[in-house]
């Protein structure tokens, strides 16, 4: 499929759910979950562009069809870092803080970049094994391999956070208390506890 056939395609599901959103549109205390993939959350209102099995198949670069003040949780993991930075970035988290409500909560989970760098300048072992058990591909082989596929994945990734550049970006959008927190078992997935950082940020 050639790229403008595959824009205008996610566009039409984008504009589809559009309208399956009005159904939320008097409805308060909403759980968004981002970037959901197949992972769906019970109670919760899952989107993902690019997943049938969402709620909402909604391009999150947009404006979000909710009101102001609706939400009280946005969820997502290992998908900010798909966004480019700054413009797409700074606009999800401004729709975010948005549509949250008084003391509702961002809380997401993003590759920790910060153990990647290390990790390669100190030859961290520990850390090559995590990475040899995802099984790369075939030309990922020197630790400089393993960096380039932590940064970019393929084309996927737009953007390398730690602590201090999400919490510089989560404040320039208008969020307070931002926090690193722990490995939530109810809430991340397993597979994603190791090398992810977590962070939660207050409106």
């Not at 499929?1 to 599901?13: A, I, K, N, P, Q």
């Not at 404006?63 to 798909?82: K, N, Q, R, T």
């Not at 803080?97 to 993003?110: H, K, N, Q, Y």
Request: charged letters at 30%; one cysteine or more.
């Amino acid at each position: 499929m050639s790229e403008l056939l595959c824009e205008f395609r996610l566009d039409s599901l984008h504009r589809a759910s559009l309208k399956k959103a009005r159904r939320f549109a008097s409805e308060r205390g909403l759980r968004l979950h981002f970037g959901c993939g197949a992972i769906t959350k019970t109670g919760w209102v899952n989107i993902d562009l690019y997943s049938e099995e969402a709620d909402l198949q909604l391009d999150a670069r947009d404006s979000f069809p909710f009101a102001d003040g609706s939400v009280s949780l946005i969820y997502s993991e290992h998908f900010f870092e798909h966004l480019e930075y700054p413009d797409e970035a700074l606009r999800f988290l401004r729709e975010s803080w948005r549509v949250l409500a008084l003391d509702g909560v961002l809380s997401m989970g993003i590759p920790d970049f910060e153990l990647s760098v290390r990790s390669y300048v100190t030859g961290d072992e520990d850390y090559y094994r995590h990475q040899r058990e995802e099984k790369p591909p075939k030309w990922v082989t020197t630790p400089m391999d393993y960096l380039n596929r932590d940064f970019r994945q393929g084309r996927e990734h737009k953007y390398a956070y730690d602590f201090q550049t999400v919490t510089r970006v989560l404040t320039e959008a208008g969020f307070t208390s931002i926090v690193r927190r722990a490995f939530n078992p109810g809430l991340d997935s397993q597979h994603r506890e190791w090398g992810t950082l977590y962070i939660e940020a207050r409106k």
